[in-house]
């Protein structure tokens, strides 16, 4: 038996963008941080390494947006939570989708940063 989870939609809501090197994933969850839908490059049909195409990227922000549009028209203002080292980082594309007709709560990079240094070099073993 298949279980559906149904999540209230209120009017914020934040968009998760996990982007890593090989795909984006967008995942829109409501104020309490449970997932309403979840989108990725791979999710469009775009395969391989043509899923970190600037093109691929851009598609799949704007099928989120109509999503958010059509689907879930409740939320008016949205938070945006950027991770990772990938191409989908690109705040052109989020600035250009949302910005026009949604509030834009705030743009947060939670994206881990390694501290301490380097590692140092095995020791040479003779």
Do not use: W
């Amino acid at each position: 038996m298949n279980k559906t989870r149904i999540t209230s939609v209120t009017t914020s809501a934040f968009l998760y963008v996990k982007a890593n090197v090989n795909n984006t994933i967008l995942t829109l969850t409501n104020d309490q941080h449970a997932p309403i839908t979840q989108l990725s490059c791979g999710s469009l049909k775009h395969k391989n390494a043509r899923k970190n195409l600037p093109y691929a990227i851009e598609h799949t922000f704007t099928t989120m947006f109509q999503k958010i549009k059509n689907d879930f028209s409740a939320i008016q203002s949205l938070g945006i939570i950027v991770k990772g080292m990938g191409a989908g980082r690109d705040f052109n594309f989020i600035y250009k989708e949302f910005s026009e007709s949604l509030n834009l709560n705030f743009l947060e990079d939670r994206t881990m940063v390694a501290f301490g240094g380097p590692k140092k070099p095995r020791r040479r073993r003779v």
